[in-house]
């Protein structure tokens, strides 16, 4: 059960972002069904305390529906934050709602939706840990962990390391975590650089 997403080893919210990404056989939603939905959490539940693979798989096909729709949701609001905070010149790239009120409205009504919290476990005798507890489904908890840290990440100066991957066809978003860091990865460096030849080279053949 792998997600067909990319997976950049980007922060949660950024990795939600590129559900949606593009090909030679044109635009693909890594979220459009169930089976999709189930697959990207699952491949990002070791990232997250709030579920289990066990938890996911509990999940009754109505149960994945919403969860789909909530991720949908929240990744079009990111998407357009994503595009304001770059200044995104790709037309595609920018998912509703377009409005940018509108998407900080969906983003923090995300992060409420299903509340999560912190708890101390400290049997005498044993080291005390941390538990996390939530007041829903755990996945649904783990949507609005996401979006949680979504606003950490445009509300700080980290906002100005997001990125719009601009190689050819890309509809990515990544962080520019090394200063020489032009792409979201080493294929659309690839393309990126093999588009610029081909056009130096149709210019002096022309």
């Known amino acids: 059960m792998d997600t067909k997403a990319p997976l950049l080893g980007e922060p949660l919210p950024v990795e939600l972002m590129n559900t949606i990404w593009a090909d030679r056989d044109g635009v693909h939603d890594a979220l459009r069904d169930p089976g999709g939905t189930r697959a990207w959490l699952h491949a990002v539940a070791a990232r997250t305390d709030l579920m289990t693979p066990g938890d996911l798989d509990a999940l009754a096909t109505s149960d994945l529906d919403r969860l789909g729709d909530r991720l949908i949701s929240l990744r079009g609001a990111l998407r357009r934050l994503a595009a304001e905070a770059t200044g995104d010149p790709r037309p595609t790239a920018v998912s509703d709602p377009r409005e940018l009120q509108a998407a900080v409205t969906v983003l923090n009504g995300a992060a409420g939706e299903t509340p999560h919290w912190s708890a101390l476990s400290w049997t005498p005798g044993q080291e005390p840990s941390r538990y996390t507890r939530t007041g829903g489904q755990t996945a649904s908890a783990a949507v609005s962990a996401i979006a949680e840290e979504a606003v950490a990440l445009f509300g700080r100066d980290s906002r100005h390391q997001l990125r719009a991957?601009?190689?050819?066809?890309?509809?990515?978003?990544?962080?520019?975590?090394?200063?020489?860091?032009?792409?979201?990865?080493a294929g659309c460096g690839n393309r990126a650089r093999s588009a610029r030849h081909y056009q130096r080279h149709r210019k002096t053949t022309d």
């Open 165 to 185: 991957c601009l190689a050819p066809g890309c509809v990515l978003y990544f962080l520019k975590n090394h200063p020489r860091r032009e792409w979201c990865s």
